[in-house]
């Protein structure tokens, strides 16, 4: 009894690592272009942090896709896969947009006309990319395990993530180590190389063929009617605020935290990108942490706690620009760190839990939109306050220190948002759909 009972684990555990790999294979290409190549692009090729900001932000201006890309693939199979073929697209326009990417920023410096062009191509291939594969594979991820096993599957798929930023981070440090143009050319194209390899694993038998028949094109509802859905509900709505909000703090200090560095403190492009490592695995080891407490403390408690430690984190690297004192602000590197892995897990379990079983690929996509979302606003507003501040104090140190005060602002403000969110009332509001939902869905 106890050998068959480990023979039906074994099948659910390995399509869980799986799906960690695809997770794992998309952010080894988001370290590359967002971390490392924002410090070249600000500091050793001098171009403005708003620049730079829309270029990073440009991928996510297409994140409306996901909402009519996760109704579209619930019911309209391709190959017989509802979410496959999504997936290996998507990774392979990442893998493009990556190994594009070093080109396009010395052709910024150089020959801007061009080099527009070829941003607009790296940063909006990467884009398409991510919209794609994330909204499929968190799509799919729902469905492979249940609602009894999202939790654990989303907590070893972050897992997996963070621990491939880690090595990530760490290996295109050591590439790094004696910085050129054709360096971080080669070290981008093995970073997607890798990525390839392992998102090819990752989908290798993974998603059982579709069951019910495709239906017609013309059936698909349109996107604006998705967004009237969501619209419509509440409690949606409210959760679709609060995480652009939170997300916009959080991942909004991946523009500039690394430019920061440099700027404050002089570090080599060795040293900043293996900022990156050091905040992996202190999120890591929370997120361990966090992944033990889940079910046993209450989930809103546990992101209380991760925002609150993320607005001391970001408090603390305000003191480190004003005393130029390194050790502060690999203190709040730390703290930060630990700060995201306590809320991930809990902030995705509640997210998960803001779905129905009618409508995962509507809701996950919804909720996908809003990470994107919040990262174009993170982004421009952290440039754009950047230079406006460096230009009127003559001090780009200070035009930082502005942006990471402000960050830590909108997590008071998500604090507050998230007292008002019930989980019980958006099921309630999306078993009951409203007359304006109705007509949304026909």
């Known amino acids: 009894m106890l050998a068959r009972f480990s023979e039906s684990l074994m099948p659910l555990s390995l399509k869980r ?4 790999l695809l997770h794992v294979a998309v952010a080894m290409t988001l370290v590359p272009i967002q971390s490392t190549l924002n410090r070249v692009m600000i500091k050793e090729l001098a171009l403005s942090a708003t620049l730079v900001a829309l270029f ?13 890309l996760g109704s579209f693939s619930d019911t309209h199979p391709l190959f017989g896969y509802r979410r496959t073929p999504y997936i290996a697209l998507g990774l392979l326009l990442c893998v493009l947009g990556v190994g594009l990417a070093p080109y396009a920023a010395f052709a910024l410096a150089a020959r801007p006309f061009v080099g527009d062009l070829l941003s607009l191509l790296a940063f909006g291939a990467w884009g398409m990319g991510y919209n794609f594969s ?3 594979y968190f799509s799919l991820a729902a469905e492979l395990s249940g609602e009894q096993g999202r939790s654990r599957a989303i907590a070893i798929m972050f897992f997996m993530m963070i621990l491939s930023i880690i090595f990530t981070a760490i290996g295109l440090g050591r590439l790094l180590e004696h910085y050129s143009p054709a360096v971080l050319i080669r070290a981008f194209w093995v970073v997607g ?3 390839l390899a392992l998102g ?3 989908l290798a038998g993974l998603e059982p063929r579709a069951t019910i028949p495709s239906q017609p094109l013309e059936a698909r509802p349109s996107w604006k009617a998705l967004a009237r859905t969501l619209v419509a509900n509440p409690q949606a709505r409210l959760f679709f605020l609060y995480l652009v909000l939170l997300l916009a703090a959080i991942l909004g200090q991946d523009l500039l935290l690394e430019p920061y560095a440099a700027q404050a403190f002089n570090l080599t492009v060795k040293a900043t990108t293996r900022i990156t490592s050091l905040w992996g695995t202190c999120t890591l080891l929370c997120l ?5 407490l889940e079910g046993r403390v209450n989930k809103r408690l546990v992101v209380q706690i991760g925002s609150w430690g993320a607005v001391l984190a970001f408090g603390l690297i305000v003191v480190s620009g004003l005393s130029l004192n390194k050790s502060v602000f690999y203190l709040a590197v730390v703290i ?10 809990s902030n995705l379990s509640l997210m998960l839990d803001m779905t129905t079983a009618t409508g995962v690929g509507v809701f996950i996509g919804a909720w996908g939109m809003a990470d994107a979302f919040a990262r174009l606003v993170g982004n421009v507003l952290s440039g754009l306050v950047r230079d406006l501040v460096a230009q009127a104090s003559r001090n780009p140190v200070r035009g930082y220190l502005v942006v990471f005060g402000l960050e830590a602002l909108l997590l008071v403000a998500s604090l507050g948002l998230l007292r008002q969110i019930n989980v019980a009332a958006f099921r309630r509001q999306t078993d009951q759909p409203s007359v304006v939902e109705r007509m949304a869905l026909r």
Do not use: K
């Open 17 to 20: 690592f799986q799906l960690g």
């Open 56 to 68: 990073a932000s440009l991928p996510y201006l297409f994140s409306p896709i996901q909402v009519a």
């Open 134 to 136: 994330t909204v499929s």
């Open 193 to 195: 190389g890798a990525a």
């Open 200 to 202: 090819a694993l990752g």
């Open 288 to 292: 361990l942490v966090a992944g033990f």
């Open 336 to 345: 930060l760190g630990l700060a995201t892995g306590l809320s991930t897990v």
